[in-house]
């Protein structure tokens, strides 16, 4: 008996142990272990589809309660409805007798409706295209219905041409863009009447003179997402609020096979919030109230952090300073501070510190911009900064960018300089 017990006992002081020292660390398995989950094809990319960035919001107020963060009012969630078009199911594009592959030959553009059928192909580059009085003559003609127009404007000098037809203005049943080396996504609040395809020029045969495309297309006029919003309360100054604040949002499905992981976007954001809960609730409790904020339709337009301003669930005035995380997975060549030049004596503080420390290998300033949630903020009159790690891996809005190539190179440097920044507001 005496034997199990002390058995029992060395096992628990082991847990305690691991346990404390886990806690009291920069969790760079914890990292990969919350990216891992959210690239996960449970999550469909995190987007309206399936239910996708519910299930990460689900996850992450999860992890907030594992950690000690307590809600901002009775719910860590704060709805809120956006317009989304998606592609939830069927999707197939042939030219000829050959299928392209989705995300990696090409990619439908966002505002797309609902197409099926085979389509005689127009080719138009830089030699073939008609002049402008032609291109409305041909279409006055109804030339170009049931046609889909190939468009290849690459060193093309018709600007005006070229822009008729990327803009539909002769009015054919769709358009593909041959795209030169990168196939880059992203959402869209609004749907067209006709088909866009991107498509990678060294996929597409230019002999071809038939698509075949068949794409399932659902537009969602009030589909329902929400903020995920905890905190730690400071124990000098409770009033007083610092905020930290990534969009755990992507680009979810194309299709019913292809969707996008967001490992670098955002879900290395996602991670860095979360380990800086995990710090601030276990190492070192914070002086000032620690708000995390973790927004949802980012990627749709910075949607989240807008309902939030309108609406927040305590006083913008209480915010001392914010800082929203974005793409911390790389970081060989330092990190960006948007709104660096708008806040120079704390961007300058940041850069001290990074000297001080040897973190990074550069802290580069940037001005305004409205490229992530801080932007709501800082034009409402709260000092806010948007950092974002540079170098690395290439991979963003697109099929690539999965959890086991991101390096998290610079994550814990990057951890160390918040930490730091955040002991000198």
């Given at each position: 008996m005496f034997i199990v017990l002390k058995k029992q006992l060395v096992g628990l002081i082991f847990l305690v142990?691991?346990?404390?020292?886990d806690l009291n660390s920069q969790n760079i398995?914890?990292?990969?272990?919350?990216?891992?989950?959210?690239?996960?094809?449970?999550?469909?990319?995190?987007?309206?589809?399936?239910?996708?960035?519910?299930?990460?919001?689900?996850?992450?107020?999860?992890?907030?309660?594992?950690?000690?963060l307590k809600p901002i009012a009775q719910s860590f969630f704060q709805p809120f409805n956006?317009?989304?078009?998606?592609?939830?199911?069927?999707?197939?594009?042939?030219?000829?007798?050959?299928?392209?592959?989705?995300?990696?030959?090409y990619l439908v553009d966002p505002k797309s409706v609902k197409?099926?059928?085979?389509?005689?192909?127009?080719?138009?580059?830089?030699?073939?295209?008609?002049?402008?009085?032609?291109?409305?003559?041909?279409?006055?003609?109804?030339?170009?219905?049931?046609?889909?127009?190939?468009?290849?404007?690459?060193?093309?000098?018709?600007?005006?041409?070229?822009?008729?037809?990327?803009?539909?203005?002769?009015?054919?049943?769709?358009?593909?863009?041959?795209?030169?080396?990168?196939?880059?996504?992203?959402?869209s609040t609004i749907v067209s009447d006709y088909v866009v395809l991107k498509v990678l020029r060294n996929s597409f045969d230019k002999t071809a003179t038939k698509i075949s495309i068949e794409i399932d297309q659902e537009f969602i006029p009030n589909y329902t997402s929400q903020n995920v919003i905890g905190k730690i309360v400071g124990a000098e100054f409770p009033d007083s609020i610092i905020v930290f604040s990534a969009h755990y949002d992507h680009l979810g499905k194309m299709g019913s096979e292809v969707y996008f992981p967001g490992a670098n976007d955002n879900a290395s954001g996602i991670a860095m919030l979360l380990n800086l809960a995990?710090?601030?609730?276990?190492?070192?409790?914070?002086?000032?109230?620690?708000?995390?904020?973790?927004?949802?339709?980012?990627?749709?337009?910075?949607?989240?952090?807008?309902?939030?301003?309108?609406?927040?669930?305590?006083?913008?005035?209480?915010?001392?300073?914010?800082?929203?995380?974005?793409?911390?997975?790389?970081?060989?060549?330092?990190?960006?501070?948007?709104?660096?030049?708008?806040?120079?004596?704390q961007f300058d503080k940041l850069v001290e510190i990074n000297s001080t420390n040897n973190y990074l290998k550069q802290v580069k300033i940037r001005g305004k911009a409205a490229n992530s949630d801080h932007y709501w903020f800082a034009e409402k009159g709260v000092p806010a900064i948007f950092i974002y790690t540079l170098?690395?891996?290439?991979?963003?809005?697109?099929?690539?960018?999965?959890?086991?190539?991101?390096?998290?190179?610079k994550f814990e440097d990057c951890f160390r300089l918040l930490t730091d920044f955040v002991n000198e507001l």
């Open positions: 142990y691991v346990f404390s020292v398995e914890y990292a990969r272990e919350v990216i891992d989950t959210l690239t996960s094809s449970y999550f469909s990319g995190r987007g309206a589809v399936n239910k996708g960035e519910k299930k990460a919001a689900d996850y992450i107020a999860n992890e907030f309660l594992k950690v000690g956006y317009s989304i078009n998606t592609f939830p199911s069927t999707l197939k594009v042939k030219l000829e007798d050959k299928e392209l592959i989705a995300g990696v030959d197409t099926k059928g085979v389509f005689n192909l127009v080719y138009y580059d830089k030699s073939t295209i008609p002049s402008k009085k032609k291109l409305y003559k041909l279409k006055k003609q109804g030339f170009f219905k049931d046609k889909i127009i190939v468009i290849d404007d690459k060193d093309a000098t018709q600007k005006e041409e070229f822009t008729i037809i990327k803009t539909n203005g002769i009015l054919a049943s769709g358009l593909v863009f041959l795209e030169e080396a990168k196939l880059t996504h992203h959402l995990y710090y601030y609730s276990y190492k070192e409790v914070p002086k000032k109230t620690i708000v995390f904020m973790a927004f949802g339709a980012e990627e749709a337009g910075i949607i989240g952090s807008k309902h939030f301003v309108e609406n927040p669930t305590f006083s913008l005035a209480s915010i001392n300073f914010m800082i929203n995380v974005d793409i911390m997975g790389t970081g060989d060549e330092g990190i960006q501070v948007v709104n660096g030049s708008e806040f120079k004596p170098g690395g891996i290439k991979a963003y809005h697109d099929v690539y960018d999965v959890s086991k190539t991101l390096p998290l190179s």
